[in-house]
């Protein structure tokens, strides 16, 4: 038998270094968006935290700088979509999070807060892309990565409006992976089941309403009824997808959704 070659072995995974890179992280304030901004900017980037809430800007701002991280706050709020889209402008790294929520049966849902759900999850996403794009085009490098759900892939009741933006950032971030393929820009989803954020602690009161259960019946019952893992996922854990996707070895990564579900899209 014939002696086979030692392989070459492989080298240890390079660390995530993003310095001289600006990442630019939508609804940043708290819940996956601070854990992203902390998360890129301990890789070196600096990060452009972008958010509604002030207050809680401020909040994220100094829990950086106590670590030595580069985090600037910039308030703005997502339906000014010029306003969005001149933001993005020499953006390396572009994290589309911002989300907001309703839930209620169609037939009841308020029009406003359909048009004001799609325009800050999918509108925005948009301008925000039109914004960044032409400085990744021109210097051949970019990393776009679109915080959709599992709502993205599955439906659920009492969430049209989410599960519609969710559905179409799906289509939107391939859309942008298909264009930005030879220009060295990547486009991803990462679409986690129920994280741990005041967003899902919010919908509880109002799934119980809509199920008829005590809200304390709503997480096991309803949220994670579809789940094999029975627990929300953490946003630190969304937050390392992320880095991931922006790091060197997913460059072969785009148009594609990392699911993190706890087995929901499974069935």
């Known amino acids: 038998m014939t002696a086979r070659t030692p392989a070459t072995p492989t080298p240890p995974p390079a660390l995530l270094a993003l310095d001289g890179r600006t990442a630019l992280v939508t609804g940043a304030a708290g819940g ?9 900017a301990s890789a070196g980037a600096r990060v452009r935290a972008l958010d509604r809430d002030a207050d809680g800007l401020v909040e994220l701002v100094h829990t950086a ?42 037939e009841d849902f308020p029009p406003d807060a359909f048009r004001r759900i799609l325009t800050v999850m999918l509108e925005a996403p948009f301008r925000l892309l039109r914004g960044a794009l032409p400085h990744m085009y021109e210097q051949g490098w970019g990393r776009i990565v679109n915080i959709s759900s599992v709502h993205g892939l599955r439906a659920s009741p009492y969430k049209a409006a989410y599960v519609a933006a969710k559905h179409g950032l799906e289509g939107l971030s391939k859309t942008a992976a298909l264009e930005g393929a030879r220009h060295g820009v990547t486009s991803n989803c990462v679409s986690p089941g129920y994280v741990r954020t005041p ?30 893992l ?36 499974a069935h």
């Open 32 to 40: 996956i968006g601070a854990a992203c901004a902390l998360r890129l």
């Open 199 to 228: 967003l899902v602690e919010r919908q509880l009161a109002d799934q119980a309403d809509a199920h008829s259960l005590p809200p304390e019946r709503v997480l096991t019952d309803v949220m994670l009824a579809g789940q094999a």
């Open 65 to 106: 700088q106590a670590s030595g991280m580069s985090v600037e706050a910039v308030v703005c709020d997502l339906e000014d979509l010029q306003g969005a889209e001149d933001i993005a402008a020499g953006a390396d790294i572009l994290v589309n999070n911002a989300g907001v929520q309703l839930v209620r049966p169609i």
């Open 230 to 265: 029975k627990r929300l996922v953490e946003p630190e854990e969304v937050a390392e997808a992320v880095a991931y996707l922006c790091g060197p070895h997913s460059s072969i990564i785009t148009g594609a959704t990392l699911t993190m579900d706890g087995g929901w899209t």
